[in-house]
C-alpha cells in the first residue's frame, strides 16, 4: 500500500499563488509516476499534471504556464507550484500515485481544497 498525504490548499485572491506538497509513504519503490487531479462540484476528477520518475511531465492545455508539477525524490514529495490562479480554478485537488507510466494510478490522497476568489 502506498499513502499520500496532501497539504497546501487554501484560499487565495485571483491571480496569487499557492503551492501544493504530497508526501508518499509505504511501498513508494512501486511507484513510477505521480500526478495532481482537481474534482469540480458534480464533475468527475481531471488530470491537472503528472510526472514520471524520470521527470517527464504531462500538464493539462488549462493550466499549462500557469502550473508547475516537480518532484523531490529524495523526500519522496510530489509540488504542484499554481501561480495566476483563477477563481476557475476552485476545486478539490488530489494527489495520486501508480505504477503505471500513463494511466492513473491506484492510490488518492484525501484531497485539499483550492479556493480562489474574485
Known amino acids: 500500500q502506498v499513502q499520500l498525504v496532501e497539504s497546501g490548499g487554501g484560499l487565495v485572491q485571483s491571480g496569487g499563488s499557492l503551492r501544493l506538497s504530497c508526501v508518499a509513504s509505504?511501498?513508494?519503490?512501486?511507484?513510477?509516476?505521480m500526478g495532481w487531479y482537481r474534482q469540480f462540484p458534480g464533475k468527475q476528477r481531471e488530470l491537472v499534471a503528472r510526472?514520471?520518475?524520470?521527470?517527464?511531465?504531462n500538464t493539462a492545455d488549462s493550466v499549462k504556464g500557469r502550473f508547475t508539477i516537480s518532484r523531490d525524490n529524495a523526500k519522496n514529495t510530489m509540488y504542484l507550484q499554481m501561480n495566476s490562479l483563477k477563481p476557475e480554478d476552485t476545486a478539490v485537488y488530489y494527489c495520486?500515485?501508480?505504477?503505471?507510466?500513463?494511466?492513473?494510478?491506484?492510490?488518492w490522497g484525501q484531497g485539499t481544497q483550492v479556493t480562489v476568489s474574485s
Open positions: 510526472i514520471t520518475n524520470d521527470g517527464v511531465t
Open positions: 495520486n500515485a501508480g505504477r503505471s507510466y500513463v494511466n492513473v494510478g491506484d492510490y
Open positions: 509505504g511501498r513508494i519503490f512501486s511507484i513510477n509516476a
